[in-house]
């Protein structure tokens, strides 16, 4: 399958084909927007879309230079939309502990410029016909183009962690959710199966300009 690949940053897309796949429970639409739409808000995203013109995935990548003021648009977030959803506030929390222990510049330090790809989503009736690879691929484009000399993806899901290794990406970092726990011990996302751990990997971009066939 070769679906059409498009550069957009359409939010309420991107929550249409995430809504039937999303890894967390007793987590609420407006919520679910709230995360999606700042995670795609600073990002370069493409689309895939069928020959009918349905949207099937989407990708939203950054940019991260090790000389940034902030090494992720998570800390832009103000104050305001964390304190007006709770659990918003709980997965920006998450977000900004993965991303201090998997620290990509202390580990790598001959890297100084990496693609960040921050969501991946691909709608369930289209799993398993390349178009997670396709999207893999344009984040690979993008990043060639930005002279990044890495590739980095969170996988909060089996689904994205599955894609990422299949295309040679290494997992640097895993924290299982049943030991994320807040200060009274307890567990912050109870997470669907098979969803058990948020991961993180990487690949130099020279090995993957070798994954294409």
């Known amino acids: 399958m070769n679906p059409n690949l498009e550069g ?48 099937i995935g989407v990708i939203s990548n950054e940019i991260v230079a090790r000389d940034s003021e902030h090494q992720s648009n998570f800390s832009s977030y103000n104050t305001e939309d964390q304190e007006n959803c709770v659990k918003f506030k709980e997965f920006m929390t998450l977000f900004q502990k993965v991303d201090q222990e998997s620290n990509i510049f202390e580990r790598y330090p001959d890297v100084n410029r990496i693609m960040d790809i921050k969501v991946v989503a691909v709608n369930e009736a289209f799993r398993g016909l390349g178009v997670c690879k396709a999207l893999f691929y344009k984040s690979k484009e993008l990043a060639l183009e930005n002279e990044c000399s890495m590739v980095r993806v969170d996988c909060s899901s089996n689904f994205s962690a599955s894609a990422a290794e299949k295309l040679g990406f290494q997992c640097i970092y895993s924290l299982l959710y049943e030991e994320y726990k807040n200060e009274k011990g307890e567990v912050i996302f109870n997470s669907l199966p098979p969803h058990k751990q948020f991961k993180v990997y990487v690949i130099p971009i020279r090995k993957y300009l070798h994954t294409d066939n």
């Open 8 to 55: 957009e940053n359409t939010t309420e897309d991107a929550y249409r084909v995430d809504e039937g796949q999303w890894v967390f429970g007793g987590v609420e639409r407006e919520t679910r927007t709230l995360i999606i739409g700042k995670l795609l808000l600073e990002g370069l995203t493409f689309k895939a879309v069928s020959l009918d013109g349905d949207l």
